[in-house]
């Protein structure tokens, strides 16, 4: 008789393509990771951000309709990597190296 083999559990993010299982990090490494993200993001996005900032500073009050190219790049941009799971998926990861090298560490120095 062949055994039969229970399906494997869905995860409820479906999009989570990191190594990483979701469940490792908390709430609040979950936070950091997107914090981590929103400041890569301006860092990539930087000139884009500093564009439609001067932009602002020029036309004051009529910013809308007269710096809508640079809004639409700057838009483009930050949501380029903020949609994009990849990303977040690495920040993720980096809190996950972040604490393993420190578990690490702890055992060393507890082994001395």
């Excluded at 490792?24 to 981590?36: G, M, W, Y």
């Excluded at 990539?44 to 439609?52: D, G, I, P, R």
């Excluded at 483009?76 to 998926?89: I, V």
């Amino acid at each position: 008789m062949e055994a039969i083999m229970p399906e494997e559990p869905k995860t409820s993010i479906s999009n989570h393509n990191s190594k990483v299982p979701i469940w490792a990090l908390s709430a609040t490494d979950e936070r950091t990771a997107r914090k981590n993200l929103k400041a890569f993001t301006y860092q990539q996005c930087h000139e884009y951000v500093k564009a439609m900032a001067d932009c602002a500073k020029l036309n004051g009050i009529k910013v809308f309709p007269n710096c809508d190219p640079e809004k639409a790049k700057m838009k483009n941009c930050l949501l380029f990597y903020q949609n994009d799971s990849k990303y977040l998926d690495d920040e993720r990861d980096k809190l996950i190296l972040e604490r393993i090298n420190k578990l690490e560490e702890q055992f060393k120095q507890g082994k001395k």
